[in-house]
């Protein structure tokens, strides 16, 4: 090997020496487009010194034991009731037990309808039509719309009164377990009386009508538990002249539902209707057990 050559072959050497003993460069990862901007952005701070204000949600108010809280409300009744009183005639007052022979157990449909635009405000519906039937011997002389029943004439009777009433009620206190208001409306009666001849076939009636003001109050408590519920009502008022009436009702529920009411009660019906100078009219008085259903929308 020449001089020229020797020298070529150490330069060589000398650069492949230097280049493996020079550091290694690593490249670093970029970050992720997001993470570059989340990093860049500073945390908030309060200044020192600034109170720390605490904030609750507040937790929404549970109904589902709010009894009051409803829009429409049925009540759907079976009574069971007996009837005593007497029918006003020309000689002397007939007995509706005795005389007409209206005896025994009646069973009478009532219904109410209720509905609340706020709290504390119902509008009522309630009718009723009583219907009550008999048959009798004349044991004394009966006259009847000009028609006279000798005593042992078979005769057949029939009282028909229908109830219906529309009132405003105002809860002076209303709470979820229960509600205590007053109520002022219209009441209206139609009570017709038919004793019909059997010997003859011959049947006579008479009629009489009236609407007159009511006055009312109304209660429900659910004392104990939610479930188990007792309400009462009593309205009524005087007929001036033409005589007055009185209804009042009271009951044990059970509310499996915020929707359905089961009721059982006592309930008693007490009218006098008659003409100006009370020469005839009718004058009963209605009672006994309730078997109802109470339905609401909410």
Not at 253 to 268: A, D, E, F, I
């Amino acid at each position: 090997m020449t001089k020229f050559g020797t020298v070529l072959f150490l330069s060589w050497l000398t650069l492949q020496t230097n280049a493996m003993a020079a550091p290694q460069q690593t490249t670093t990862p970029q970050p992720a487009v997001g993470q570059q901007k989340q990093e860049e952005m500073p945390l908030a701070s309060a200044p020192a010194g600034t109170p720390v204000r605490r904030e609750t949600i507040p937790t929404p108010e549970d109904r589902s034991y709010d009894h009051e809280d409803w829009g429409i409300q049925l009540d759907i009744q079976y009574l069971v009731v007996r009837a005593t009183g007497n029918v006003t005639t020309l000689s002397t007052p007939a007995t509706i037990s005795g005389d007409l022979g209206i005896n025994g157990l009646k069973s009478v449909p009532y219904f109410r309808l209720a509905f609340k635009p706020s709290r504390k405000h119902e509008v009522i519906f309630d009718t009723a039509p009583y219907q009550l039937n008999g048959a009798s011997t004349v044991t004394t002389p009966l006259v009847f719309h000009g028609q006279t029943f000798d005593i042992s004439q078979p005769i057949q009777s029939k009282i028909d009164v229908i109830s219906a009433n529309v009132a405003y009620q105002y809860d002076v206190v209303s709470r979820p377990n229960g509600f205590a208001g007053l109520s002022a409306g219209v009441g209206y009666l139609d009570g017709l009386v038919k004793v019909t001849d059997l010997t003859n076939e011959v049947a006579h009636s008479e009629r009489e009508r009236a609407a007159f003001p009511l006055l009312g109050f109304a209660f429900r408590a659910y004392p104990c538990v939610n479930v188990i519920n007792c309400s009462g009502e009593v309205k009524g008022m005087r007929l001036a002249n033409y005589g007055y009436t009185v209804q009042s009702a009271f009951a044990m529920g059970y509310s499996p539902t915020h929707n359905l009411t089961l009721k059982l009660g006592y309930q008693m019906f007490d009218t006098d209707v008659h003409d100006k100078t009370a020469s005839k009219g009718v004058r009963t008085k209605i009672y006994g057990a309730v078997l109802g259903l109470q339905l609401r929308n909410q």
